[in-house]
């Protein structure tokens, strides 16, 4: 997990649930971009075989990020509130999921899990040319009370509208 200095918060409290799973504490990272130096955490799992299951529903050979039609099962209330807390921004009272590194079947493939399992309608919006999935605020409000419990304070801007 890798994430902005300023969500020190959020990554303190998902390695602390993962924690048994990792080798050593978070560490720093300096990057800049754009002429800018930025200050990031990060932590990694150990390569565990009982997390292979998980890997593998994300990751094809080559180490391409895809998505799987298996990831049904698996999405609950408590992964689409750290999608939206790791990888989503509020946008137009609504919520932007960052889906740019798959293809439009695969981003399609996580709209429709979320229409079946929790009758959300999303639609897709494109940033530089990538598939993003939007959720307006109607829609989010059909989940909100289930994910609001896990979220962390820091984030909770994202469900206020």
């Known amino acids: 997990l890798h994430q902005s200095i300023k969500n020190f918060d959020y990554l303190w409290t998902v390695f602390n649930i993962l924690s048994v799973y990792c080798s050593s504490y978070p560490y720093c990272k300096k990057t800049i971009k754009r002429g800018k130096l930025f200050f990031s955490l990060e932590f990694q799992t150990r390569m565990l075989n009982s997390l292979n299951e998980i890997y ?81 605020k109607k829609e989010l409000n059909k989940i909100i009370h289930f994910i609001k419990p896990y979220f962390i304070k820091h984030f909770l801007y994202k469900l206020h509208f």
């Open 56 to 136: 593998n529903l994300f990751y094809a050979k080559e180490k391409i990020k895809i998505i799987k039609p298996e990831l049904f099962y698996y999405i609950d209330y408590i992964a689409i509130a750290h999608w939206i807390m790791g990888d989503g921004s509020k946008r137009n009272k609504g919520i932007i999921l960052c889906t740019d590194c798959f293809t439009i079947k695969e981003v399609v493939l996580l709209m429709n899990i979320l229409l079946i399992k929790y009758n959300i309608n999303s639609t897709i919006h494109y940033d530089n040319n990538k598939p993003r999935i939007y959720i307006n």
